[in-house]
């Protein structure tokens, strides 16, 4: 775990700091004395559950919330019936997320009838939005505790004035001044790892709940960024994925002078640090000196997540993306022509209001035209408090599924046939652990353009890279053999 502290040298009787994360080490050092005395009662350590909705921000996030839970000497446990603290970080950004956090909702009030001492507490993207939190205060008593995407380094304090006083704790803030440095984060893999490089978004698009939900852009400063990642290849980390809503505006408005490539260039030097991927850019301002650096950093993985959204022009512009498909289109062109292997996926909306089917049109032959090697498809999602939900033109549900049919159909033939090409190469594949189909001696891994690549092995290879001569494409995954 990166970032952990001897929470026995902290006095408990001392007066408890107001600086942001020493404050929380306290509360962390007086949860730890809480874990102790509850192992001593009940012989076994109170442990925790943490199910996670949405994107990688609230996979990472999670990671924070279990590395702070760990350090006051929780244990983890695969069964929610069991957690003495379930924790559910919840997603916003498409109506079925929301629906799907209060189906699990709803299923927990027999827990807390069963073992009315367990603590429920909901944070996450849902958290922002007073209409969701006046819901849950009103239909779902059994939730002890509310915070939101801004005070997730707050958690051990909410938790402890839960338990001392028991009664529920709502906190949400509204924005946050300053990002906080040094909380204990735990990751899923050894040898990768997530890393924040800066939190909210400033771009709103009409569709998107994200800029109401995370907040303002705000970067964190880029030698925390470097001391994080050296820490992290220090304890095997070999691969980072640099996390961002909008990773191309890094530095924007910021009292340090460095932008986004700069930073990838710093990283790329870092030793022992393998790979470098990131998540997610704005084609609006992808800038040359980003392509340069995919030519530059040996590092830095050849695939670009560069969400289109739409292939017409006029979507684009009742969206707010703020380029046409044209310039979308030279984009691509540039970056294949600076980086010719370079794999690019992509997400894309069907039937945002007003959508025609000339302006589908537009986007499937944008896809054929890019070859996306795979893209993320949506039916377009009325989200309460932005401005797209206002429009007056929506789509009917019909023609979306249709469309999303038609779009579905065309991106699954070209990844299947971007993936054909790979067949008879040899790939040089970094293994993250036994394939999700779990056979026995199958292993997953990624090449550097984020292909998914499965292989048999007789030893564990996990977090090493090896060699696979490629034997069978399929549409979402390829097969091969060591060489
Ligand atoms: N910051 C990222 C996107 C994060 S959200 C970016 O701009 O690239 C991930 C994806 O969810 C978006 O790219 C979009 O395709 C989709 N999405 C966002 N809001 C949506 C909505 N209201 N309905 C359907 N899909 C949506
Ligand atoms: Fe949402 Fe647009 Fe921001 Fe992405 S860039 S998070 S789609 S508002
Ligand atoms: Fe969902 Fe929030 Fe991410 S709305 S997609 S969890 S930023």
New binding site residues.
């Given amino acids: 775990m990166y970032n952990e502290i001897d929470l026995d040298k902290i006095d408990l009787n001392s007066e408890f700091p107001t600086e942001e994360p020493k404050r929380q080490y306290h509360f962390m050092a007086k949860g730890q004395k809480w874990v102790r005395e509850f192992e001593y009662k009940n012989n076994r350590r109170p442990c925790f559950f943490i199910q996670t909705f949405g994107c990688q921000m609230n996979e990472h996030d999670s990671e924070t919330i279990a590395g702070m839970l760990r350090t006051e000497g929780f244990t983890e446990t695969e069964n929610r019936e069991s957690a003495d603290i379930i924790v559910v970080n919840t997603c916003s950004i498409r109506e079925n997320a929301d629906n799907r956090f209060f189906g699990q909702l709803g299923s927990m009030k027999k827990i807390k009838e069963e073992n009315p001492e367990a603590i429920i507490a909901v944070c996450g993207c849902m958290m922002q939005q007073q209409h969701i939190t006046d819901t849950i205060k009103e239909k779902y008593s059994w939730v002890d505790i509310i915070f939101g995407t801004m005070n997730i380094y707050k958690f051990p304090e909410l938790l402890r004035n839960c338990l001392e006083n028991r009664k529920k704790i709502i906190s949400i803030y509204d924005a946050q001044e300053k990002i906080i440095e040094g909380l204990p984060v735990e990751r899923k893999f050894r040898h990768k790892s997530f890393v924040n490089i800066m939190n909210g ?5 009409t ?5 109401y939900t ?1 907040g303002r852009e705000r970067s964190r400063m880029p030698e925390d960024i470097i001391r994080e990642i050296r820490a992290l290849a220090d304890d095997g980390v070999k691969e980072v994925t640099l996390l961002g ?2 990773v191309n505006s890094y530095g924007n408005n910021c009292n340090f002078d460095c932008d986004f490539s700069e930073l990838i260039y710093k990283i790329n030097e870092i030793e022992r640090i393998e790979r470098i991927r990131f998540m ?1 850019s ?1 084609p609006k301002d992808l800038s040359d000196r980003l392509i340069r650096a995919f030519a530059d950093c040996e590092k830095l993985c050849r695939h670009i997540h560069l ?1 289109v ?1 739409s292939g017409s022009t006029d979507v684009l512009r009742r ?3 703020r380029y046409s498909k044209e310039d979308y289109l030279n984009l691509i062109e540039k970056i294949r022509t600076a980086v010719p292997n370079m794999a690019i996926t992509t ?1 894309i909306i069907v039937g945002f209001p007003g959508e025609t089917e000339e302006d589908f049109e537009h986007t499937l032959d944008l896809a054929e035209r890019v070859r996306y090697d795979s893209a993320f498809t949506f039916l377009y999602s009325i989200r309460t408090g932005t401005p797209a939900a206002k429009y007056e033109d929506q789509v009917s549900e019909e023609i979306k599924h249709a469309r999303f049919d038609r779009l579905v159909e065309v991106i699954n033939r070209i990844t299947a046939e971007k993936n054909a090409e790979y067949f008879g190469k040899t790939v040089k594949v970094m293994v993250d652990g036994k394939s999700a189909r779990n056979d026995k001696g199958t292993y997953a891994g990624r090449t550097d353009t984020f292909k998914l690549v499965n292989f048999n092995a007789d030893e564990d290879l996990t977090g090493k890279t090896v060699d696979i001569k490629i034997t069978d494409a399929k549409t979402f995954s390829l097969f091969g053999e060591i060489v």
Avoid at 201 to 205: P, V, W
Avoid at 207 to 211: H, S
């Fill in positions: 978004c400033n771009n709103f698009c569709y998107c709940i994200v800029p995370r809503q909008n997610t704005h969400p959204q969206m707010n993306r997400d």
